[in-house]
Every structure is written in C-alpha cells, then in structure tokens.
C-alpha cells in the first residue's frame, strides 16, 4: 500500500491514535474537498475474528464490532458513497452459529454505510455470545 501510495492506517496507528483520527486523516487525503464520489472496499478478515469468524483469512486482534462501523458511519457522514462492495464473508467456513454471527456483522456493516448508526443496533444479540 505504501508503495503504491494508497492512503490507509495500520492496526497499530488504530491503537495508538483512534480509529475517529485514521478516519480523519484517510477521507482528509482521498477526498478533501468533499465532493468526490467515494468506493468503500471493507474486507470483513480485517475484523476480529472473535467476531466475525466465517472467513477465510482471521486477522485476531483485528477491528472491534465498534471499530468497522465507525468506518462505515464515516463514510455514511460524508454522503459522498457511490459503490460498496464487502468481500470475504464465507457462511461455508466455521459453524452455523459462526456463519449467522459473520453475517449478522456483514449485514450491520452494509446498514452502517448506508447511514445507520450504532444505536439503531445496540439490540442485537450475536449468535455465538
């Protein structure tokens, strides 16, 4: 990503920081005037497996349930999403009981960048707590 110059923040700058600055200083460097169309690719192994265990490549230690849908609700504030694709959800891998929780956060994810906000799904109950 580095070499390629592609704007992004690590795991580590998420933990030092906050994921609110990283979000900041990413849509700061791809859109700064606002008015650009934005194209949010969320892969869902970035979030924490204890989470979202139905994929194929788990990263623990990845991003809270919290974490992924600040992405997405900025991203929403900026009214400026045009596509959104949510790769690497896999319902076949793990357990039923996974799966539904793997899908019940890709889902949230989708609601979140289209607007929703975290109280609107502060109910929800996770098929594997």
Known sequence: MKRHNIPHCSIREIDRN????CMEKILDMINP??????????????????????TGTKVRGGLSYREAMYVCEEV??????SVMDLVEVNPELGT?????????????IIAHALGLS???TDYRRFPHN
């Open 18 to 21: 906050g994921i609110a600055h």
């Open 33 to 54: 005037s606002g008015n650009r169309p934005l194209h949010l690719s969320f892969d869902i192994d970035s979030v924490d497996p204890g989470i979202a265990p139905s």
């Open 76 to 81: 929403a504030r900026t009214g400026s999403l």
């Open 96 to 108: 039923p009981r996974e799966s539904r929780a793997t899908v019940a956060v890709a889902v949230d």
């Open 118 to 120: 975290i109280r609107d």
